[in-house]
């Protein structure tokens, strides 16, 4: 499920459901599940729909104020009426929506009214465009900016009133952090700093003692957000939201939001996401741990939602008192760490913004750091969790070294590896640990054994992983092989006791490194093993295949029913990609209602095997008509033609895509061709794609493809040669050409 909310371009996306299944599996009714770094209603709902008690904490405020107004939204009449007010309250003379408007006050380019401009474009240091609308005249769009627009700049201080005040909220005189405090103000125009702190400063006064106070200030997060100079101007027509900054840099041309516009916009966001039924938050800590509440009762408090570190947390939680810890872990961005501090400090204070001040060091990532804190948080929360109690990690990653750094943060802390899934679409992880029992320290282990074990089950685990799949492997999914077997077999806790002067993380890295660059053969960014002996059918074949059996029961098949039924038949490291399962539907299937396929007339079995025994007898005949010695043949081929005793084409009947078995036929003097139906020229385009293996025998010109249909059109010719054999040739043949001439069209 996509994140929604003021923060939801930097959020981690939840899939639906994922939580649910290990709440399932690991808790019973009533238990506590622990969410530690928690941004998501999703994950606090499903906890509670399942009947379990939820504890949901974050260090970062931001994400806590975001959680608890999604979870008990307040009336959305009473939210109106505040925007009302809020809006009316005198300033200079006039209400704070029209002097908040009037810092982008210029002219209309048709009627010369006057209007609050949408946004400005800047460049170089000062606007050069203006976006608009006029209610006067109708007219709207994006013009060049008039010498009166660049002299309403001149009116706003650039460090009045409004900038001092922030700037002491953020880091108050004498802080360490004051001058980076100072840095992080700059991300603001000045007409937009004054505006939000205007904002901030009436919505403070105003709501003072009213739980309101929040729900505006998370709208006005959302507008700390929009009305950054990192914002660039989007494109024409889109419609997708601007991807998360990567730095803190303003890109070469930015827009500058009208501020009130950002945040009546921000209100209408949040109105159309239609708020679920509130969950009851409990008021402390006791809510959720006293003793008569461990039965599920209606109307008690399920969640209790709290800015928190894990440290603090595992403070007030007694021992044993969490069932399962469930999170998806912070991803590594110092760019958002940093903002966050500052909309912390900036929505409320230095004292909240405190716990995000270490992160302000990080300018970049920094994977050894990034473990030693997760292990750190980890280790805390380990006494709360019950004996055998598990961890669970679920995230995307868009770097391998989180996962590993993850992995041997958890180790570091405690808990033993159960299971490791990765699926390569979009690097989703799921990580599930278990509490491990305590173990005496131990000496260090000697370096030079430590590292000829680490290489021979890393090498074990990539040549197993890619022998059991049967086809290359990114390093990605390499490596979730090979750390599982890392894990599994105790190396990776050893590796963070060893005497290193490089860090555990880097360590068990280069190691890894150097194994499969001496130990595998690797193509366009793929690895693939030096001796392919003992390798399964390709994982895409055998998925193909389970797809075909699926729709020949004849009832309507569930996309996502299909999809689960594949994950329990090729688990953990076979799980295939849902690219797979999309191309093998389309190449069989027929949708028959949304999300719901059949197997085609044309695919049933008998006729498939019908009309390839009739293609043997055809190439039979078409064989003999070319003058060659044509013959049924033996093992993989189904036809061969000979000239004076020797084999010069072998053909091989298919129905299906099944192509691993052609990577075996090697120093084979003879052209091969596979026949195949129309319809599987795209699964077979598809297989060939993700498939260097294949593709490069297909390139080399080992095998050819001939479809089905154009080898029937040849015979149908009165007259044929030898040369027309060459016209038919291909997935795209030449008798495909729009400007072929050929009479069999």
């Not at 939204?73 to 003379?93: C, E, F, T």
């Not at 490791?420 to 173990?439: C, G, I, M, W």
């Amino acid at each position: 499920m996509e994140p929604w909310g003021p923060l939801a371009r930097y959020a981690e996306p939840v899939p639906a459901g994922v939580a649910s299944a290990y709440i399932e599996a690991y808790t019973e009714p009533g238990e506590i599940v622990l969410i530690p770094f928690c941004e998501s209603e999703t994950l606090v709902r499903e906890v509670v729909k399942a009947g379990r008690k939820v504890i949901a904490v974050n260090f970062n405020p931001l994400a806590i104020l975001t959680l608890r107004c999604q979870l008990d939204w307040p009336d959305q009449s009473r939210l109106d009426a505040a925007m009302i007010k809020l809006g009316n309250v005198p300033k200079h003379g006039m209400p704070l929506r029209e002097y908040i408007n009037g810092l982008y006050v210029t002219i209309c380019p048709r009627c010369r009214h006057p209007l609050a401009a949408d946004y400005f474009v800047w460049e170089g240091g000062k606007p050069v465009e203006k976006g608009y609308h006029c209610r006067s005249c109708g007219s709207e769009g994006i013009t060049t900016i008039q010498p009166a627009d660049l002299e309403a700049l001149e009116n706003i201080e650039k460090r009045g009133f409004h900038y001092w005040y922030i700037l002491d909220r953020l880091a108050p005189l004498g802080d360490e952090n004051r001058e980076r405090a100072q840095r992080l103000l700059e991300l603001y125009t000045p007409r937009n700093l004054h505006a939000l702190a205007m904002l901030l400063i009436e919505i403070e006064d105003l709501f003072a003692d009213s739980p309101l106070q929040k729900p505006l200030k998370l709208l006005l997060l959302r507008c700390l957000d929009s009305c950054s100079v990192l914002n660039p101007l989007p494109p024409a027509g889109a419609e997708q939201p601007a991807a998360r900054p990567k730095r803190l840099r303003p890109p070469r041309r930015f827009m500058e939001r009208n501020v009130w516009q950002a945040f009546e916009e921000a209100r209408e966001e949040m109105r159309a996401r239609s708020p679920l039924p509130a969950v009851r938050l409990a008021e402390d800590l006791g809510g959720i741990l006293a003793p008569d509440l461990l039965t599920w009762v209606e109307g008690e408090p399920k969640a209790w939602v709290k800015a928190l570190s894990m440290r603090r947390l595992a403070r007030e939680l007694r021992a044993g008192s969490v069932s399962l810890i469930f999170t998806i872990p912070p991803r590594p961005d110092p760019t958002f760490w940093a903002l966050s501090f500052l909309w912390s400090g900036w929505l409320f204070g230095s004292e909240a913004a405190a716990p995000l001040k270490p992160l302000l060091k990080q300018r970049r990532v920094d994977w050894d750091w990034y473990r030693e804190a997760m292990g750190s948080g980890f280790k805390a929360l380990r006494p709360t969790l019950k004996d055998e109690g598990h961890l669970v990690l679920a995230f995307s990653a868009e770097e391998p070294s989180q996962m590993e750094a993850l992995l041997l943060a958890a180790e570091g802390a405690g808990f033993k590896l159960e299971s490791l899934l990765h699926r390569a679409d979009d690097d989703q992880y799921r990580l599930s640990f278990v509490k491990a029992a305590e173990e005496r320290a131990s000496a260090p282990p000697n370096k030079e054994i430590l590292v000829k074990e680490i290489r021979t089950q890393a090498l074990a685990a990539a040549e197993d992983a890619l022998r059991r799949r049967g086809e290359p492997l990114t390093l990605p999914r390499l490596n979730s092989a090979i750390y599982q077997r890392l894990s599994q077999s105790g190396l990776l806790r050893l590796a963070l006791t060893v005497e290193e002067e490089l860090p555990p993380l880097e360590f068990i890295a280069q190691e890894v490194k150097a194994t499969l660059e001496e130990g595998l053969a690797r193509s366009e960014g793929l690895w693939w093993l030096k001796e392919p002996s003992g390798v399964f059918p390709s994982l895409a074949d055998r998925v193909e295949r389970a797809v075909y059996e699926a729709l020949r029961e004849g009832k309507p098949v569930s996309r996502d029913a299909l999809q689960e039924e594949l994950c329990v038949l090729f688990p953990g490291l076979l799980t295939p990609e849902e690219g797979v399962i999309d191309a093998c539907l389309a190449s069989y299937g027929l949708e028959v209602s949304p999300n719901h396929w059949v197997l085609r007339e044309e695919d049933q079995k008998e006729e498939r095997e019908r009309q390839r025994d009739e293609t043997i007898a055809q190439l039979l005949k078409l064989g003999a008509r070319l003058g060659y010695e044509a013959q049924p043949g033996g093992g993989d081929f189904h036809v061969l033609w000979s000239e004076e005793g020797e084999t010069t084409y072998a053909f091989v009947v298919l129905w299906m895509a099944t192509l691993s078995f052609i990577l075996g036929h090697r120093g084979e003097k003879f052209s091969h061709y596979l026949v195949i139906p129309e319809e599987r020229s795209s699964l077979v385009r598809f297989k060939l794609k993700r498939n260097p293996l294949l593709k490069a025998v297909m390139e080399r010109g080992d095998w050819q493809f001939v479809k089905r249909r154009h080898l029937v059109r040849l015979l149908r010719m009165e007259r044929v040669d030898r040369r027309d054999l060459k016209m038919i040739i291909g997935l795209k043949p030449i008798v495909e050409e729009p400007e072929a001439q050929m009479p069999l069209l």
